[in-house]
């Protein structure tokens, strides 16, 4: 799969690995790493829920004078020389199959699918229907009973049957996808300040309680990071990323700007159970506040409620420990025994 083809629509995604050293400043790092990947195209989308980036090359490969496969060569090269930053590399005609392919490539490696037609039918037809967008654990399980499970079932199904498995929309949507038919650009927007959490199992987790648990400590760091950079957020997302290399997005506007712990708990386990996994293998969770601005300007809706005004005091006096003792003097009595230490929990990005 790691052809020269140069004809047709380009489009890359690149995963960026930054080494356990890196993970204090890992901010500033994927901003240096984004101004790396302005030097090969203008047309990018940063992805920094994933330390990731996705770039269209359609029309820069004539200017570079590079095939997509010694392009992506060249961007590896670069960040691993100038910033120490091993990449995963997927590239090919669409969005879809650039990431497909960067999720089904071993870390420090590069894929380039063919636009041909028959290439990318090729790539497509064996994976999983988990990989398309859009098809969550619900999803892919419902085609599963209907003994669906890869992509060339899928576009093999007449519309009409998966209509009725999984409604008009969803089926015409999937079935175009199937067929390698994804024509969604790749957009530069202006980020909004957010700050991240991210926690990964040391093996895939099938257990509700520890889900919550890992939610717990997740909120529980990011109302803290919020409240030592005298900041609040207005919007919290949730990112699960399965065993079969899916994942799922899910966020919600707050219904005032906050930096507290307890409502951030509250509103990352409701997204959660929004999801209604079941027996779901979980591999990561990322917690992320959005719409970050200065705690001086939101607004508090003031309660007449003691037990509110309680656990603003109990968490001032925490926060106050904590800057003295170290961030785990004070932990939630659900989190205190065993602490926390499946890899990735600690790991912090703003952008």
Known sequence: MNNHSGDGRCIMRVFFHPGPERQDDQDALFGQLVTLVEDFTPRFQSRPQDLAVDLDLTGALRYLDRT?????????????????????????PSVMVAAMAAELTPPGRITVIDPDPDAVEAFLRP????????????????LKRFGIRCVGEL?????????????????????????????RPVQREVLVRSTTCSHRFDTDELDPA?????????????????RASNEVCRGLAIVVRYAGHSSTTRSRRLPEATARTTALTRTSLDLYWSLGLQRARVRSFA????????????????????????????????DAARRKFGPHAIRPATLADPPVTARGAGRHRTV
């Open 155 to 183: 576009a093999d199904t007449p519309p009409a049957t998966l209509a009725r498995i999984l409604g008009a929309t969803p089926a015409r949507e999937l079935h175009t996808l199937a067929h390698g038919v994804d024509e």
């Open 287 to 318: 917690l992320r506040a959005e719409g970050l601005a200065p705690a001086h300007e939101a607004f508090h809706q003031v309660l007449l409620d003691p037990a509110d005004d309680k656990q603003r005091r109990i968490e001032a006096v925490a």
């Open 68 to 92: 997509p496969y010694e392009a992506a060569q060249v961007l590896a090269l670069r960040a691993l020389a100038l910033h120490g930053v091993a990449t995963t590399i997927g590239a090919g």
């Open 127 to 142: 994976q999983p229907t988990a990989l398309l967008p859009g098809v969550g654990p619900a999803t892919a399980r419902t």
């Open 210 to 226: 520890q889900h919550h648990r890992a939610l717990l400590a997740l909120a529980d760091e990011l109302g803290q990071r919020l």
